[in-house]
């Protein structure tokens, strides 16, 4: 514990103190030194081991004041409970000394001592649990509804834009280009690069025992073009897009600009969401392009640094191993991931409700909605497209 | 209370110079708090009253000049005793500034677990009693902060500011975002708590009524420096400085004043 008091100018600390003496006509408590919430732990101790001579017929009690220097709120605190223990002893206890802003504020901590106190609220555990899982089978129901719905919304604003054209808002549509498209560009090619190269330096491993490294070019080709390529490319941007869709969507939500736009005739959908969502339906396949690009060189650096094989002959293999279909298989499925990006995105900026915390919230469910949905849907895609022979 | 004697000012603030970048809030500032009154620090939104707040408490560092509190350097103190001078004021924040993960109980009962040893029934009690003196219903402690009104969480700051029974408090705009009844409940909650506890209040303000209702002197902030300090009567009849006239003797001053 720190010593507060010993740390000041004007002398040393105030032991408080505590004891009874028996006088005529009843009991003397003198109560000495600095009552405050320094020494509360050692003070209730003091007033709970009290012994209070037994005599038969005492009833009254003075609790004299003079010898108390300082006196703050959990002193006065104290000096009622020491009179609450008298009372419950069958001892009428008065207070007597001490200055006039001393008792001002013992009775004021009297009249503010409370009687009842309503107990601290309790946890149930197996019954919330239950409940608990019904309402996120409930919630994850709602949110594909939700989701659905706000497609329709989105389309029919898109359509309505499409015929006036000059309505759209190209400025911000560029400007989300920038942000989402061209910003991305180093971190993905870099990943992308690295994904590119692990996976061949794995496969040429693995491939070693049958003597059939060559092949992992094969693999890496169709690998890197048909998922790896957009499924990475996807996951960054909806680690980078999404969350920072929901942050300005929702900031703008919080400080009530989105109400502010509505009362103004201004349709949020139209001005925020439709420029968002556009621009990354642009830039994913490009991203997702570059992606591509990134895994085959990370290939390329891996085969000729393991299996010596240069770029030409890396590229002839290639060449052979895959065809466009395996490119155009990768590539279809960009557009269709930023409209889901997108849509998450701002769909969760659009739900965000008033405090920070709400934002906060919103931001890491859109990234994970987007990131689990992209996944989801290449999956289901991945099944599709092999069932009806691409 | 113990301490420096009566009087000599309890907060002193020598030659204040702060700067953000290129832009100077304060130049050669001198302020003086004198133990036990309740000092309103009013000026236009924008000149720093927040910024000499936090100043004083140290949130904010000085570029040139001296704050004594107690008596005591600030800058000159050790980690230490720097820790035992600021466990004696307590600060009430705008919006509370209330820990949003704790309830209510928590969060005035976070001081005391942080500088004292007190067993948890002491802590309930000791925090009980500070919520019902700073007029907030039993059942509100079990709350957590996003439940309450913006009063409530106003009421439950001071709480928490009182809760190591400091010698001064800080208040940052206490009535803002509050109707005016809610106001003057809470005003004069400051004062009745100011005369019980033997409180020194430093109140950052432009709530005229408040000024008026309760401070025992006035600062005004203006040109980077206290232009004027008084009591609120001695500025309204000699305001000298343009701003400070606009401030008291304008229409709604007039109204506040009566």
Known sequence: ?390 | MNGAGAGDPIISVRGLSKRFGRQAVFDDLDLDVRRGEVLGFAGASGTGKSVLLRCITGLLPVDRGSVAVFGRDMSRLSWRERLSIESRWGVLFQDGALFSSLTVLQNVQVPMREQLKLPKSAMDELAFLKLAMVGLAPDAAHKYPSELSGGMRKRAGLARALALDPEIVFLDEPTSGLDPIGAAAFDRLIRSLQETLGLTVYMVTHDLDSIFAICDRVAVLADRRVVRIGTPDELVHDPEHPWVEDYFCGERARAAYR
Request: with cysteine; aromatic share 6%.
């Open chain 1, 1 to 390: 514990m720190l010593d507060i008091a010993n740390t000041e100018p004007g002398g040393g600390r105030a032991v408080p103190a505590l004891r009874v003496e028996a006088v005529s006509g009843g009991l003397r408590v003198v109560a000495s030194g600095a009552w405050t919430v320094r020494d509360f732990a050692e003070i209730l101790g003091d007033i709970t081991a009290l012994k209070l001579p037994k005599r038969p017929g005492q009833t009254r009690a003075e609790i004299d004041l003079d010898g108390v220097r300082d006196l703050d709120t959990a002193g006065a605190w104290l000096l009622n409970h020491l009179r609450a223990k008298l009372t419950a002893a069958g001892i009428a206890a008065r207070f007597r000394g001490g200055s006039q802003a001393q008792s001002g504020l013992i009775a004021v901590v009297e009249s503010s001592m409370v009687g009842e106190r309503p107990p601290p609220r309790r946890r149930k555990v197996i019954a919330p649990l239950i409940g608990d899982a019904f309402t996120a089978i409930a919630k994850a129901v709602q949110d594909c509804i939700q989701l659905t719905a706000f497609l329709g919304v989105v389309t029919r604003s898109a359509m309505r834009t499409a015929f006036r054209p000059w309505r759209f808002r190209w400025v911000s549509f560029i400007h989300h280009i920038e942000h989402t498209g061209l910003r991305a560009v180093p971190i993905i090619a870099l990943i992308c690069l690295l994904i590119g190269a692990v996976i061949t330096q794995q496969s040429i491993i693995q491939l070693q025992i049958f003597g059939a490294e060559p092949l992992a070019i094969d693999m890496l080709g169709i690998l890197a073009l048909r998922e790896v390529g957009v499924l990475l490319t996807a996951i960054m941007v909806a680690g980078r897009s999404a969350s920072a869709f929901t942050a300005e969507i929702g900031t703008m939500k919080t400080r009530e600009e989105i109400d502010a736009m509505r009362t103004l005739g201004i349709d949020p959908i139209e001005t925020l969401v439709l420029p968002r969502i556009a621009a990354l339906i642009v830039t994913l396949p490009i991203l997702a392009f570059i992606g591509d690009i990134a895994c085959l060189a990370g290939g390329a650096l891996i085969a000729f640094v393991y299996l010596d094989i240069s770029l030409e002959n890396f590229v002839q293999r290639l060449h052979d191993a895959v065809n466009l279909r395996h490119f155009v298989v990768g590539l279809v499925k960009a557009p269709l991931a930023a409209l889901i990006i997108g849509l998450v995105g701002c769909l969760e900026g659009l739900n965000v409700r008033g405090s920070a915390e709400s934002l906060g919230t919103h931001v890491t469910s859109s990234v994970v909605k987007a990131i689990f949905l992209v996944i989801i849907f290449d999956a289901l895609f991945a099944m599709f497209l092999s069932a009806s022979g691409f």
